[in-house]
């Protein structure tokens, strides 16, 4: 069995190989396009940006850098991706990479 740090290398080798294809291919501007209209479809992006409005409300515009208000929203906006929305993504990530013969 590989150890840990030779796993995480080989593991990150692959995130690498994979967002390659992903790139050359187009698909990754697909998958975003696709993940883009599903949020905005779900009420995601509304829902969100009602959020950050909120955030810079509480704290006051002239206290807030752009990248607290990013930190601040993240958790939240990840949390709010609806399981389906993720679901369906990682299956097209899956049937992307079945089709790669060269991964």
């Not at 697909?30 to 409005?53: M, N, P, Q, V």
């Not at 299956?91 to 790669?100: C, E, G, H, N, V």
Request: hydrophobic letters at 35%.
């Amino acid at each position: 069995m590989a150890d840990y740090p030779e796993r995480k290398v080989r593991d990150a080798q692959m995130r690498a190989t994979i967002n390659q294809k992903l790139v050359e291919t187009g698909e990754k501007e697909r998958l975003k396009e696709l993940l883009r209209t599903k949020l905005i479809e779900c009420g995601w992006r509304d829902e969100l940006k009602a959020y950050c409005k909120e955030v810079v409300r509480q704290k006051g515009l002239e206290h807030i850098t752009v990248d607290d208000l990013v930190a601040e929203i993240t958790p939240k906006g990840r949390a709010l991706v609806p399981d389906s929305v993720k679901k369906d993504l990682l299956q097209r990530i899956r049937t992307f990479l079945a089709q790669q013969t060269n991964i």
